[in-house]
């Protein structure tokens, strides 16, 4: 054994380090279970009568709650995999039996990055419970869309911006470069929640805990005069600036619009990897960004905080695919 | 060679714990007090070491590149809940984002003040000495790699002086004519290197280099004062590491700026991890006095 240790010493000391790095590598990189380490570590479990609460306050709250419970209940329970955390799924499965581990497990993705663009559909799908968009998405009408003016491309059935046709009586997005912006003062009603949160604290980076208010509302519904032409996001941008409210955004040339990445200190994936903020006018979610959607008198405009790409805010499209 | 301080002067394992061990904690500790430590230890120990050079690095080289990193934060980052003002892309600055910035800042200067002393004191035959049995190619290809730009400089002040001698430096003739020598004295630096490069690998090899039973000759003995070194290295960073864990040190920049602040325990960490980082230079200054002592008492003596 010595005889054999001393003649291939080298070899084992460059075996025992390459394991080292590889597994400092694999421990720090995040590629292991749960958030960082080797084991899940387990976040409290949010127990069935918390998420309950939390659900009727988001019920009580949110404009879209309607179509969010509808979501919820239409969701087909069969789908018991890891990836399923709505929280009426989690009514019939939240015995002490469905333990820390399970809910440490059902947070989208456990790292940042820990996730692939189709993973996330794929996630979302199941959380959906693979019936589909959620209820009040509806699909594109092409047909339609063409008559108002959107050119779609034959090949791939979307506009120059990668939009699939609008669904019919919705608008069509109007390019921010092109759109005409008067002095006539128009008002609408304009709201930010982070509600979905409190259904998945436990989710939620630790040192954002602080951020979420008890009701969710970052800012409940307000009037907002805004002049004639001007887009979703520069309401948004104005009355963030107005408020005081921190919002951070970064253009997007391929969407030909503004990507909203935080509002509040709230960013995508803080609250899973599925997590991120969306935007809803007249109770419905478009399918392109807020810098192509313009403003009507008398919209209404509501931010939401998503934990499940939408599904849990009633917003989620199977037809949008990342 | 002389060596440049007392630190110098220890075992080759305790200088590489030592430095090992300062500038892993340089990189992971963000605490604010730490970063101060660290970075003003590092100021003092290169000043130590290298005297008017270091000076002239960390002031004119480290300060400038620290505030450009510190102001290159805020352009990309803004998160934090301070907003100071706006940004004419409609992004707010926050003053979370800005002394992240200079966190970072601080950071980055310190590394890279700290392996300027390890160049300093860790020279290639420590290096060698230290790992040249258990991965010889490794550490020969290392202190290689290592000894490289110094000696890639100084062959190019050999070479543009002998090409001057014929009238072909770059300083010689037009603008063209001097790209052109240039590329001459370039393109003969790099076959040199390579030549060398392989005469250093014949020779090594030449000489059994990594066979296995080959003894190195070294004068590196470890004395009562690197079993002290080792020990006090050895208190100091197990009771920061484990101080660490226990989060004595921690620190958030974002959302908003939060840590452990002035409690008994963050204090006995701020002064262990002050103890570490200047053990070099509190050990050149008790043999420097207890140099001038016995000079002292023998000058008494005589008179």
């Known amino acids: ?121 794929a996630a979302a799908k199941e959380i959906a419970g693979g019936n589909g968009s959620s209820a009040g998405v509806e699909q594109g009408d092409a047909a339609y869309s063409e008559k108002q003016g959107m050119k779609l491309d034959a090949s791939t059935g979307k506009d120059q911006y990668q939009t699939a046709p609008v669904p019919e009586g919705k608008p069509v997005p109007v390019e921010p470069q092109d759109a005409v912006i008067t002095d006539r003062e128009c008002t609408c009603t304009f709201s930010i929640s982070c509600a979905a949160i409190n259904d998945n604290l436990s989710w939620l980076d630790p040192d954002k805990k602080e951020l979420v208010p008890a009701d969710g509302w970052l800012l409940k519904p307000t009037q907002v005069t805004f002049y004639e032409g001007e887009s979703v996001f520069n309401v948004l941008l104005r009355t963030c600036k107005q408020q005081g409210i921190h919002m951070e955004y970064k253009n997007t040339p391929i969407y030909n619009s503004a990507y909203i990445e935080g509002i509040g200190n709230l960013y995508e994936f803080d609250c899973g990897e599925l997590s991120g903020w969306m935007y809803e006018v007249n109770d419905w979610f478009p399918n392109y960004g807020c810098s192509r959607y313009q403003l009507q008198d008398g919209d209404s405009v509501s931010f939401v905080y998503t934990c499940d790409l939408g599904v849990d805010v009633g917003g989620y499209s199977a037809a949008a695919g990342g | 060679m002389r060596n440049r301080d007392a630190f110098s002067g220890c075992h080759p394992a305790v200088s590489f714990l030592y430095f090992g061990l300062v500038l892993i904690f340089s990189m992971i500790f963000m605490h604010p007090v730490c970063l101060a430590i660290s970075l003003l230890s590092a100021f003092a120990y290169s000043i130590l070491l290298n005297g008017a050079r270091a000076v002239r690095f960390n002031f004119l080289g480290l300060l400038p590149m620290m505030l450009l990193a ?11 809940e301070t907003i100071l003002t706006y940004l004419p892309s409609g992004n707010p600055l926050t003053l979370e984002s800005i002394v992240y910035g200079f966190a970072a800042a601080a950071m980055l200067a310190g590394v890279i003040c700290w392996f300027s002393c390890y160049n300093a004191v860790m020279t290639s035959d420590k290096f060698v000495y230290l790992f040249g049995r ?12 290592l000894r490289f730009v ?15 001698c014929v009238g072909r430096d770059v300083s010689d003739g037009g603008i063209l004519q001097r790209a052109r020598h240039g590329m001459t004295i370039l393109s003969i630096l790099v076959t040199w290197s390579m030549e060398n490069a392989i005469e250093t690998a014949d020779s090594m090899r030449s000489r059994g280099y990594g066979l296995p039973g080959r003894t190195a000759f070294s004068i590196y003995r470890f004395e009562r004062r690197d079993r002290r070194m080792l020990l006090a290295l050895l208190a100091c960073g197990g009771y920061l590491a484990a101080g660490a864990a226990m989060g004595g040190l921690r620190w958030r920049y974002y959302p908003t700026i939060r840590g452990a602040g002035a409690n ?40």
């Open chain 1, 1 to 121: 054994m010595k005889a054999w240790f001393s003649r291939h010493r080298r070899g084992a000391a460059g075996v025992v380090f390459l394991a080292l790095l590889l597994s400092a590598a694999y421990y720090f990189g995040g590629g292991a279970p749960g958030l960082r380490g080797w084991s899940a570590s387990a976040p409290q479990a949010a127990s069935s009568v918390q998420s309950e609460t939390g659900d009727s306050s988001a019920q009580a709250a949110s404009s879209s709650a309607a179509s969010s419970s509808a979501a919820s209940s239409s969701a087909v329970p069969a789908a018991s995999s890891s990836a399923s955390s709505q929280p009426a799924e989690k009514a019939d499965e939240s015995g002490p039996a469905a333990s820390a581990k399970k809910t440490a497990a059902a947070r989208p993705g456990g790292t940042r990055g820990g996730m692939t663009a189709s993973e996330k559909t």
């Open chain 2, 70 to 80: 510190a102001f290159i934060n805020p352009a990309f980052s803004h998160e934090g």
């Open chain 2, 134 to 145: 258990v991965i010889p190619a490794l550490s020969l290809v290392l202190s290689m790699t």
């Open chain 2, 150 to 164: 110094p000696k890639f400089k100084a062959q190019i002040r050999t070479v543009s002086g002998a090409q001057r």
């Open chain 2, 264 to 303: 008994g325990f963050s204090v006995s960490l701020y002064a262990a991890y002050l103890a570490l980082c200047l053990l070099p230079v509190f050990l050149d200054l008790r043999e420097a006095r207890q140099w001038r002592l016995a000079q002292n008492a023998e000058g008494g003596s005589h008179a």
